[in-house]
């Protein structure tokens, strides 16, 4: 979502027609039994007097793939999901944190306002926005690019230890956040994890873009895992950013 189409949603009108279209596209996202998940988790968060609810992910940007939960950020504190059926991911985040991380450069916060299905809202979400473009606010990539020499340090000890589905789990994640670093560093904002191999491939990063494609569509053995790291540091180190232990 652009910065135009934020400045948009300022007004009154603007905004309720913002949550009229996020819950349009919620509908249209889910399934019947995955909507009734998202109805009873955002009940369950109101009760618990949340501020403000959305579905994030790739259920929201309609790119659901095999391996993708039903993601949700609440502004509150979290409802218990552990009846519920299939993988559901709720992040819970205080009103006031969740202004805090949005300012000190948090991707995730900026992605439930730009991308995320604003469900229910007292004003926080709303206040968010706000912020975003009075402030001209951008994630910061450095976090993200920070990041990867522990996570990277990881994919290697679980290929020692030859668990290739952890291994694989942690690489898919490891180019993720590559990828989310890079692009912001481009000033384009990522998109769900199935859409980021064309938008690295739109930023000249094709390399980059076809493993983590692959890490998403099949399953990988541990020399191929391997692989991946090396185009991680190829790519990076190609930046002048190193993240090999």
Not at 78 to 90: A, E, H, I, Q, T
Not at 102 to 128: A, K, P, S
Not at 137 to 160: F, G, N, T
Request: hydrophobic fraction near 40%; charge should be neutral.
């Amino acid at each position: 979502m652009s910065a135009q189409q934020l400045l948009e949603q300022l007004s009154d009108v603007g905004w309720a027609r913002r949550m009229r279209e996020d819950r349009d596209r919620a509908e249209h996202s889910q399934t019947p039994a995955q909507q009734a998940i998202t109805a009873t988790v955002m009940r369950r968060a109101i009760a618990l007097g949340a501020s403000g609810f959305a579905l994030t992910g790739s259920t929201a940007r309609r790119r659901r793939t095999a391996i993708s939960d039903l993601d949700y950020h609440v502004i509150g504190k979290r409802p218990d999901v552990s009846d519920l059926p299939g993988d559901v991911d709720v992040v819970a985040t205080s009103a006031a944190r969740f202004r805090s991380r949005l300012i000190e450069g948090d991707d995730f916060i900026q992605w439930t306002l730009r991308c995320g299905c604003i469900l229910y809202d007292v004003g926080v979400m709303r206040n968010g926005v706000q912020l975003i473009v009075e402030g001209d606010l951008w994630p910061s990539s450095q976090r993200k690019l920070d990041s990867l020499a522990m996570h990277r340090a990881e994919v290697e000890r679980l290929i020692q230890m030859g668990d290739q589905s952890a291994a694989q789990e942690h690489l898919r994640a490891v180019l993720t956040t590559a990828a989310r670093g890079l692009l912001l560093q481009g000033r384009v904002f990522p998109l769900a994890r199935k859409e980021l191999p064309t938008q690295l491939e739109q930023a000249g990063y094709v390399p980059l873009a076809e493993e983590l494609r692959r890490t998403i569509d099949r399953e990988l053995c541990l020399d191929e895992i391997k692989a991946g790291l090396q185009i991680l540091d190829t790519s990076l180190n190609n930046l002048g950013t190193s993240v090999a232990a």
